[in-house]
């Protein structure tokens, strides 16, 4: 019993023994297969680095504003009587925009204008009968009085008439009339805006830095996406002469020819200061940059030599640069490359340092300094 006992696992150890064998042999072979493996190389555009000559420019952001432009609204209560503008009409200045009703204010002044004439005529009998030495001279005195302050008074409401009639204070076009006839009109409640639209202003902002290369005067040249075919061309005409404390960034006003009133108020604007003469600069385009948070990178593609039975081929090359300027979809690199390096252009994303590579630039876009694309 125990003889055949010792031979069942005499038996049973063999066989386990054998699986374990062969499936170490199959592990080595899964492993010496994945070792032999080469994976394709990847399908990546490239482009050479290449030097150009860029005008030097200072770049910023900024907003159109209107040389003049406000919000029209009364300066007393009163119930709207006439309105004599349209919505988006082109008006001059002194032209009658609301009247508010001045019915109670005109009665009072026909009973005022009347206490003047009484007055004057009282004024001029003073005069004679002083001359005769009829009355005395405080008589006269209290009759000069009493006209110049009954024509106060008239002035007064002339004025209160005249606040009540609402005139542009200067040409421009009006916006959407915000009142209806008839309304009651609390002071300060907006009626429509004014804006005096050739020439505009563009407001922008640069850091403290380039505040020696900036003289009035200097050419600015603006873009925006309302017309991203065109630039309008203008003037550097205002320098803050304090700086903002939070930004330490200095406020900077440009005047453009609005001729055409293309441009409103309002409106985002790309901004460029242009400085006198051109320099060398590296340029690359932007989809070649992969950014991260330890600084900005791209893989350079370098040939990759025969190994053993293998043929020469591409590899690439993580590279760490430093960016400049950005003109459409380029940029410009201050450091980390040199003019003839060919870089990967597209396809970034799926790339590792060391990693085979081919080269494929049948569907690779066509970067722009001046881009338009064809879904903005």
Do not use: C
Request: glycine share 6%; hydrophobic share 40%; proline share 5%.
């Amino acid at each position: 019993m125990i003889r055949k006992l010792s031979l069942a696992i005499l038996l049973v150890l063999l066989v386990a023994g054998g699986l374990a064998g062969v499936k170490t042999m199959q592990i080595k072979k899964l492993l010496a297969a994945k070792e032999a493996y080469a994976p394709p190389p990847e399908s990546v555009a490239t482009v050479l680095v290449r030097e150009e000559k860029w005008q030097t420019m200072l770049t910023a952001i900024g907003s159109i504003v209107a040389v003049q432009g406000v919000t029209i609204t009364p300066d007393m209560p009163g119930t709207v009587k006439e309105i004599a503008f349209e919505s988006g009409s082109v008006v001059a200045k002194g032209d009658l925009l609301v009247r508010l009703d001045t019915s109670s204010e005109e009665a009072q002044l026909r009973a005022i204008e009347a206490q003047v004439q009484l007055s004057r005529i009282n004024l001029e009998r003073e005069r004679k009968l002083r001359a005769e030495n009829t009355v005395s001279a405080s008589e006269l005195d209290a009759a000069e009085a009493a006209v110049k302050q009954n024509e106060a008074n008239a002035d007064g409401i002339r004025a209160t008439i005249e606040k009540k009639t609402i005139r542009a204070p200067f040409a421009g076009r009006l916006g959407i009339r915000l009142i209806n006839l008839g309304q009651y009109m609390e002071t300060a409640k907006p009626i429509v805006s004014l804006q005096a639209l050739n020439p505009v202003h563009a407001d922008f902002s640069l850091p403290q830095q380039e505040l020696s290369q900036l003289t009035n005067g200097m050419r600015v040249r603006l873009t925006t996406d309302a017309y991203p075919d065109r630039h309008f061309d203008g003037t550097l005409t205002a320098i803050n002469p304090e700086l903002d404390q939070s930004t330490r960034s200095i406020s900077l006003q440009a005047t453009l020819d609005n001729s055409d009133q293309s441009l409103r108020p309002g409106m985002f604007a790309r901004i460029e200061v242009l400085l006198t003469g051109e320099k060398n600069v590296l340029v690359i385009p932007a989809t070649s940059v992969l950014s991260a948070p330890f600084g900005d990178s791209v893989y350079v593609v370098d040939s990759q030599p025969a190994k053993g039975q293998e043929k020469p081929g591409l590899a690439v090359r993580q590279q760490f640069i430093r960016t400049g300027l950005a003109r459409g979809d380029f940029l410009t690199v201050e450091s980390g490359l040199k003019p003839g390096d060919r870089i990967v252009s597209a396809g970034i994303f799926k790339l590792r340092n060391g990693m085979a590579v081919v080269e494929n630039n049948d569907l690779t876009p066509t970067s722009a300094e001046k881009p338009h694309p064809s879904d903005s």
